[in-house]
């Protein structure tokens, strides 16, 4: 058997590169592309998460920041406020002046008239709102229906509800006392003055521990249609107190 070689012909037809490319689906620029763009998503979701776990951690704690030290939403349960605060009323108690004071080394004093809450001297658990009447070395004199204080710069007595806002609306002071406040002390009234209106500094709670003092009233933000600030003036919000001053 001859076997014969018989020449194979074979033609080269030259193709573009770009056709080539397309052919064999290969796109080296394309592909190169999408994985400098899927790094960069890796990382910019890693990012994502890593702020949006601090986040998460960061907000119960700025909440709880100013919970401690700046202001806290209370709701008024009781007539002993009436006229002024009405059971249920919701509140902003601000807590900054203590604060304030607490971190420069003062004991902080509220002025005369402001609405405080504060730890109820026999019983911590239970919080109490009351307007302060008298101040450290006042004498505070409850008889014949209504209060007089007296000190170094009104020896005579004066009423601390004279010539108020609130004054006109309360009804007789009950109530016998003659008790002279000591010093990091406060003398402290509800509104309703009546029998049986209010337990405060008249009706067995006593004198009040500055110490005790958890805020003064704020803001009533509820009801709406009762909205109010109370004492908003910027040094009423950063006093500083000096034991040895006289408070009138």
Not at 6 to 17: A, F, H, K, N
Not at 59 to 80: E, K
Request: with cysteine; proline share 6%.
């Amino acid at each position: 058997m001859n076997i014969k070689n018989v020449p194979q012909s074979c033609t080269i037809v030259s193709m573009p590169e770009e056709e080539i490319k397309v052919a064999l689906d290969i796109k080296p620029t394309e592909h190169l592309s999408n994985n400098k763009k899927e790094v960069k998503k890796t990382s910019k979701d890693k990012k994502n998460s890593f702020y949006t776990i601090l986040l998460f951690i960061l907000a119960p704690l700025f909440a709880l920041f100013m919970i401690i030290f700046v202001f806290q939403s209370y709701i008024v349960d009781g007539t002993s406020m009436t006229p002024t605060l009405q059971n249920g009323d919701r509140v902003f108690i601000l807590k900054l002046p203590k604060s304030f004071n607490g971190m420069i080394g003062k004991t902080y004093i509220p002025s005369r008239h402001e609405i405080i809450v504060f730890k109820k001297p026999s019983d911590p658990s239970t919080q109490l709102i009351k307007r302060v009447i008298g101040l450290p070395g006042d004498t505070v004199v409850v008889n014949n229906g209504k209060i007089t204080v007296y000190n170094a710069q009104n020896p005579s007595g004066f009423n601390p509800d004279a010539n108020t806002d609130y004054g006109p609306t309360l009804a007789s002071t009950i109530g016998n006392v003659d008790i002279t406040v000591g010093a990091n002390e406060l003398f402290v009234c509800g509104d309703n003055r009546g029998p049986g209106g209010s337990l405060d500094s008249r009706t067995g709670v006593g004198l009040v521990p500055v110490q005790n003092i958890i805020g003064r009233l704020w803001v009533r933000y509820y009801p709406l249609n009762s909205f109010k600030t109370y004492s908003t003036e910027l040094n009423n919000v950063l006093k500083i107190q000096n034991l040895n001053t006289t408070y009138y």
